[in-house]
């Protein structure tokens, strides 16, 4: 499974971004998918995910009702659609896959997950 991320760049405070994640390989439809982002000098840390079939999502704190995940079946894609964002979202902004059976539960750690992206830099500018 290999999973490309991209849509990150420069945004001013307040401003909104998408951002997707690609899958391609065998079995891409059995991955729940989340986003995890990594500040400088900071961990990585959990930012949102979305079940198999779409039907369950998670949110970090940070985040809820600023982001919001998506995922196209057909294209094999997920989306992190970013608004009203903060200085403190500069990051680096990976995507993530966790195989799995259930098509409900989207997972919140990062062991969870075995295949990553390669990460798009988000910047965000006064």
């Known amino acids: 499974v290999q999973l490309q991320a991209s849509g990150g760049g420069v945004v001013q405070a307040g401003g909104s971004l998408r951002l997707s994640c690609v899958a391609s390989?065998?079995?891409?439809?059995?991955?729940?998918m989340g986003w995890f982002r990594q500040a400088p000098g900071k961990e990585r840390e959990f930012v949102s995910a979305i079940s198999r079939s779409g039907g369950s999502t998670n949110y970090a704190d940070s985040v809820k009702g600023r982001f919001s995940i998506s995922r196209d079946k057909a294209k094999n894609t997920v989306y992190l659609q970013l608004h009203s964002l903060k200085l403190e979202d500069t990051a680096i902004y990976y995507c993530?896959?966790?195989?799995?059976?259930?098509?409900?539960?989207?997972?919140?750690?990062?062991?969870?997950?075995?295949?990553w992206g390669q990460g798009t830099l988000v910047t965000v500018s006064s």
């Open positions: 993530a896959g966790h195989p799995t059976i259930l098509t409900v539960g989207a997972p919140l750690t990062s062991n969870e997950y075995d295949y």
């Open positions: 390989g065998p079995q891409v439809s059995r991955l729940a």
